[in-house]
């Protein structure tokens, strides 16, 4: 971007006649047009700039509906003390809070990213090639996207309801007996192929968690189909003709030619996804609180699908005195996402552009 | 047709054009299975509670229950009409506060000089890496505790601030980065011979932004708006924080409150969820340019 504006400037600058600079020279007339930018900065400050450093200042209090006592680092040494390493009851050494909702948003986020992009690569690479209706067909993959939100979720409760759900019937008819879904905290892997040697915390997801990454797959496949279409768009059409009069096979191209030079779309993708995908709220909130009991169960069964934010929301909203330790926990959130934007301005900056 | 004239340039390789139908097949396969949920949504939507909760389901209602619709709508304390109204309020008035305050922005940074202009223009950038659910907490507090709102004093104590208000549901979210960066890349398009134009006709640059840029910019500023729209109409997390008020929460929540009402009747919260959901369908299916347009817009945003 910066070297956008440099660029343009500079193509401005060597144009400039006498009379030009005249009537630029009102326009750079110091202060006035920082107050178009007054009121944008008001509330970015206020809203963004501001409850990050005040976020920060409330993780070193004991603070409920006001400030108590200040206490430092204590929240921090909670958080990756008993928060990742804990004793149950028996005596034995057991998965902290922070430490189990970060192996579930974990857990979440390797599944749920690559899915979703791979299969959206899949598609926008078949619409890609052309189809028949291809346009209705975009339309109805990008659907889920635009319209996800608490009111889309609720079919999918429905669907995967362990009682009446059509899934379950769906699987009937091809023999598997019907599944628990939400309501099961077993990870899918165990359910799978039994390994009772494995922890659970170490077994992935529990199937409640798989059925929030189908739909978080369903919801978010749409937006990698667009924007892959418009990465293989700019691919140009004289190299795939070219390398199929070499006589390289469909697979051949797509693998060597067509895979490579959308990378960089897949790389933005990944981060973009990933950076986003940490921070889910509604479809758990959605799926998972009437399965327990009241308000507070979000993040049910045995909160194998309290994922980040979800605990956040819970020790700030729910448990009004632990608000400095979840704003602890929100920090160290960010300390994750800003590990994760760093590396797409790395990567990122040495890309090859596409159009 | 081109198939067949691909067949006479390429004759070596004669697979590949049983290919294009077996593509036409696996894409309408994938797009049955994406458009299921909402085929089982408008289905259960005609469905007595009986019939929603057999098993075996009970793939087509027996008849068109459209009192489904009609008890979803008056079930609610002020119905959902209330929860409509409030979404359109906090919707529109968002999305269009953002649009004037994110332009006035834009058109500066794209087109007037000033001190500082680019480590401003940086520093709005560096906004965008400030995710959203970090700021949750402080700007609860911010918003509780707001000076000289809701019963509080100049310090911000002893009331409850911009807590449920449609103000707190408006303001915080009203700014956006990227939609500064998205309105300047636009803006930056206009030739700067238009401004010296207009300047002799006797126009000032707030003018100008307002009968010239804003204009010429249409495009980028409907996507703009249809992306506010929909994303405050989809919006969960915040409004459920800053809000408790029924009477004054948006449409979202309105299904939070069904699944605890009527967990047991899904045809009504099938109703619910499409009366929820088509607007933003409708929408889509009309602009759809301009949603793809935006979407492939934030593409470039890394």
């Known amino acids: 971007m910066n070297e956008m504006d440099t660029g343009n400037d500079a193509v401005v600058a060597s144009r400039m006649t006498p009379q030009r600079l005249l009537v630029e020279s009102k326009r750079t007339s110091g202060w006035g047009g920082m107050l178009y930018i007054v009121p944008a900065f008001i509330i970015l400050i206020l809203f963004e700039v501001w409850p990050l450093l005040f976020g920060a200042w409330i993780s070193l209090w004991k603070w409920n509906i006001g400030p108590i006592e200040f206490i430092g680092l204590q929240n921090y040494k909670t958080m990756f003390g008993k928060g990742f390493i804990t004793r149950d009851f028996k005596g034995d050494l057991v998965v902290g809070e922070v430490l189990n909702s970060l192996i579930v948003t974990v857990n979440y986020v390797i599944i749920a990213v690559p899915t979703s992009i791979a299969i959206g690569f899949v598609i926008a690479y078949l619409l890609f090639r052309g189809s028949r209706g291809e346009g209705i067909l975009r339309t109805m993959y990008f659907l889920p996207y635009i319209t996800a939100s608490v009111a889309v979720t609720m079919v999918f409760a429905w669907m995967f309801d362990s009682h009446v759900g059509v899934v379950n019937a769906l699987l009937e008819t091809i023999g598997i007996s019907p599944q628990k879904w939400l309501l099961e905290p077993t990870p899918a892997l165990k359910l799978l192929f039994g390994l009772s040697w494995l922890p659970d915390w170490a077994a992935g997801p529990s199937q409640a968690l798989v059925v929030i990454i189908i739909y978080s797959v369903w919801a978010s496949t749409g937006f990698n189909v667009v924007i892959y279409l418009s990465g293989l768009s700019g691919i140009s059409k004289e190299v795939l003709e070219a390398a199929k009069l070499d006589g390289a096979g469909e697979w051949k191209v797509m693998t060597t030619i067509i895979w490579p030079l959308i990378s960089p779309t897949t790389f933005f993708l990944l981060i973009t996804s990933t950076i986003a995908a940490f921070q889910v709220f509604s479809p758990v909130f959605a799926l998972t609180r009437k399965s327990g009991t009241g308000a507070a169960s979000a993040g049910a069964p045995l909160d194998t699908t309290l994922t980040i934010t979800v605990f956040i929301y819970r020790h700030f909203y729910e448990r009004s005195n632990a608000v400095g330790y979840a704003a602890a926990v929100s920090m160290l959130l960010f300390g994750i996402l800003l590990v994760l934007t760093m590396i797409q301005f790395r990567i990122g900056s040495r890309r090859v552009h596409y159009q | ?302």
Request: proline residues 6%; charged residues 10%.
């Open chain 2, 1 to 302: 047709m081109s198939a067949e004239q691909i067949r006479v340039s390429v004759p070596e390789a004669p697979s590949k054009f049983k290919l294009p139908k077996l593509t036409t097949v696996l894409l309408v396969l994938g797009a049955c299975v994406v458009v299921f949920p909402f085929v089982w949504m408008i289905l259960g939507s005609f469905k007595t509670m009986q019939e929603s909760s057999s098993y075996p389901p009970q793939v087509f209602p027996s008849q068109l229950h459209w009192e489904n619709y009609k008890n979803a709508w008056l079930a609610p304390p002020n119905t959902l009409g209330k929860y409509f109204i409030n979404t359109i309020i906090v919707a529109f008035t968002g999305t269009i506060g953002q649009l004037m305050v994110c332009s006035l922005a834009a058109y500066a940074f794209a087109q007037l000089k000033f001190r500082g202009k680019d480590i401003l223009f940086a520093l709005v950038l560096g906004t965008m890496m400030i995710p959203g659910e970090i700021t949750l907490i402080p700007n609860f507090m911010t918003i509780r505790h707001f000076p000289l709102m809701g019963g509080n004093d100049i310090l911000g104590s002893g009331g409850t601030g911009l807590y449920d208000t449609y103000a707190a549901q408006i303001i915080p979210g009203m700014v956006g980065a990227f939609n500064i960066f998205l309105l300047r890349q636009s803006f930056m398009q206009i030739p700067k011979d238009f401004w010296e134009a207009a300047q002799i006709d006797g126009s000032n640059s707030f003018r100008y932004l307002w009968e010239v840029v804003i204009p010429m910019s249409k495009p980028i500023m409907i996507t703009v708006f249809l992306l506010g729209l929909v994303g405050r109409w989809n919006a969960l997390l915040w409004p459920l924080i800053v809000t408790r008020d029924e009477t004054l929460r948006p449409v979202q929540l309105a299904m939070i409150w069904y699944q605890g009402e009527f967990s047991a009747d899904q045809g009504v919260v099938m109703a619910a969820s499409l009366l929820v959901t088509i607007p933003i369908v409708i929408l889509f299916l009309f602009m759809q340019r301009h949603f793809i347009e935006g979407i492939v817009g934030s593409g470039l945003k890394g």
